[in-house]
């Protein structure tokens, strides 16, 4: 088994992501998937994004840490692949649009309830804890969502992340 990051947009989440990856390699192979704008410019291809990721994973089972628009790419993974996804980590879902919502209940609608959970911030900028709550309820009201304290889109919660992947 091991553990992919799919980071936040901006370059800045690769020192979150690294961050994380230190905080679990000691309990299996982690990787941090690179966005292609980080080098090369431009803006994010959710397809090209994909295949990268797709080749990534291989034939291994994986767990995902994702963070803001990295939760977007995970649901699209997930559909793709849903027999390969063990658990998932959503941190800072950031946007909670209609299309945002069909995109989430298809690609979540056979997976286990208990093998997600999503971190949001009380006070997230993009979408607090309550945006959130709401609508991850209208997904599946059985999927756990954690209120953290701080007023920020970042989220160095690894011992939670650890706990949730490694404990049973």
């Not at 961050?19 to 704008?37: I, P």
């Not at 949001?120 to 709401?134: H, L, M, S, T, W």
């Not at 889109?153 to 939670?160: G, I, K, L, R, W």
Request: net charge positive.
């Amino acid at each position: 088994m091991k553990t992919i990051i799919l980071p936040g947009y901006s370059v800045h989440n690769q020192e979150w992501a690294l961050e994380v990856k230190k905080s679990l390699s000691f309990k299996q192979s982690v990787l941090v998937h690179q966005w292609r704008h980080w080098q090369l410019g431009g803006t994010l291809h959710p397809k090209h994004e994909i295949a990268g990721i797709l080749k990534e994973i291989g034939r291994d089972k994986v767990n995902i840490i994702a963070k803001s628009v990295g939760t977007m790419i995970c649901m699209l993974i997930l559909s793709e692949i849903p027999d390969k996804i063990n658990k998932i980590i959503l941190c800072g879902i950031p946007t909670v649009s209609a299309e945002r919502l069909a995109l989430f209940k298809e690609a979540l609608k056979n997976f286990p309830a208990g093998n997600i959970v999503c971190f949001q911030n009380i006070r997230d900028p993009f979408a607090g804890y309550a945006e959130v709550k709401k609508f991850l309820s209208l997904v599946n009201p059985e999927i756990k969502i954690i209120k953290m304290p701080q007023s920020d889109h970042h989220y160095p919660y690894f011992a939670e992340f650890q706990k949730f992947l490694f404990d049973y």
